[in-house]
């Protein structure tokens, strides 16, 4: 059992800086890919940064060369730096992870960014 709180989110304004955090707890030493996802009343959740847990990364084109995700395992969080904030960026995050052998997924509460104009 894996549990996932983001912290971070906020509101900025459009060209502005966030980073969202993500720390898991529980059976966290068999975490295999961690990532973000983000999700609006108008449109089906979407994956944004993905991690493996050698360090590979994989966006979604919307937000690349603008968002950077990042872990460090000792702390077992996982980050996400977004940049150049536009207001599309607006949606709550939510953080997921799964673990090596076992098709579970675990997800975060979620965390309200709003990007104003």
């Known amino acids: 059992q894996v549990h996932l709180v983001e912290s971070g989110g906020g509101l900025v304004q459009a060209g502005g800086s966030l980073r969202l955090s993500c720390a898991a707890s529980?059976?966290?030493?068999?975490?295999?890919?961690m990532g973000w996802y983000r999700q609006t009343p108008r449109k089906q959740r979407e994956l944004v940064a993905i991690i493996s847990s050698g360090g590979s990364t994989n966006y979604a084109d919307s937000v690349t060369g603008r968002f950077t995700i990042s872990r460090d395992n000792a702390k077992n969080t996982v980050y996400l730096q977004m940049n150049s904030l536009k207001p599309e960026d607006t949606a709550v995050y939510y953080c997921?992870?799964?673990?090596?052998?076992?098709?579970?997924?675990?997800w975060g509460q979620g965390t309200q960014v709003t990007v104003s104009s």
């Open positions: 997921k992870c799964d673990r090596w052998g076992y098709t579970t997924e675990y």
């Open positions: 529980g059976s966290t030493f068999n975490i295999r890919t």
